[in-house]
């Protein structure tokens, strides 16, 4: 009898497990759920239950990339600030998009945000930079709750 019990409760264990999805939002988010993701989803990953594997980043890093995400604004003629602004994500580990400003949505987009259109310029969360400062940076991502050393992979 106790066999009985223990071979049905491997059973029930087995069948408990859940299926696990990944996916990106239309925002660029990355989800991790246990409901099949919307019909616009992409990058779409079953896990079979299975933890995840990280990004190789550091919680405080992955934490503050959800809440306070950083955008990075440049154009084809801004060498040398855009890569110095670059460089300096690259440094910290900081997950970042970058947005080419090219069309006349984009400059608008850029205007409303900042007054004028002027790159580099960086979002991080709600605040941003116009203009490329280190200083000005590093407050910035610090006050979002990024490390100030940089961990995990580059």
């Known amino acids: 009898m106790q066999r009985l019990l223990v071979l049905c409760l491997a059973l ?7 299926q696990t999805y990944r ?24 896990a079979g239950g299975k933890a995840q594997p990280d990004d ?13 995400p950083v955008l990075l604004y440049t154009a084809a003629e801004c060498v040398a600030e855009c890569q110095q602004a670059r460089e300096l994500l690259k440094t910290r580990n900081i997950p970042y998009s970058e947005k080419m400003v090219k069309t006349p949505e984009e400059f608008d987009e ?28 590093d407050n910035l991502l610090d006050l979002a709750g990024y490390p100030k050393a940089a961990g995990g992979k580059p």
Request: glycine fraction near 10%; charge should be positive; include cysteine.
């Open 12 to 18: 029930c264990c087995g069948l408990a497990q859940a």
């Open 23 to 46: 996916w990106t939002d239309a925002n660029g988010r990355t989800v991790v759920s246990d409901t099949p993701p919307p019909g616009q989803a992409r990058n779409v990953a079953k």
């Open 56 to 68: 190789g980043l550091p919680f405080a890093t992955r934490l503050a990339a959800e809440k306070h």
């Open 110 to 137: 850029l205007k409303r945000l900042i007054g004028d259109v002027f790159v580099p310029t960086m979002k991080v969360g709600r605040e941003f930079h116009r203009g490329f400062s280190r200083t000005a940076y």
